[in-house]
Nanobody
């Protein structure tokens, strides 16, 4: 089982990035998907999640209205569209898969994790 996150980079404040997460080795279309982020010295922070049905989404207040999660089950891909980025969004971003198919905000329930992709937002 592997989750591969990509798409990070350096962007100016107010800009946009789209992160991708590709899954292999699991029935991805039955898993819930979450995005988390972490900065040095801090705990991993919930960003957003998406149920396996695509009906339920859940976002952290800090990104609501700016970030959007989508998924393409046919391609085993999940995306995190990030708009109006702020310097405080700078972090390593991780995608994760939840075996119960839910849009969970607690990282404990996620079974599989990608390796992370760095997002840096300059002011």
């Amino acid at each position: 089982v592997q989750l591969q996150a990509s798409g990070g980079g350096l962007v100016q404040a107010g800009g946009s990035l789209r992160l991708s997460c590709e899954a292999s080795g699991l029935p991805f279309n039955t898993y819930g998907v979450g995005w988390f982020r972490q900065t040095p010295g801090k705990e991993r922070e919930f960003v957003g999640s998406f149920s396996w049905t695509g009906i339920v989404t859940n976002y952290a207040n800090s990104v609501k209205g700016r970030f959007t999660i989508s998924r393409d089950n046919a391609k085993d891909m999940v995306y995190l569209q990030m708009n109006n980025l702020k310097p405080e969004d700078t972090a390593v971003y991780y995608c994760a898969a939840h075996p119960f198919g839910v849009a969970a905000s607690n990282s404990d329930g996620y079974r599989y994790w990608g390796q992370g992709t760095q997002v840096t937002v300059s002011s």
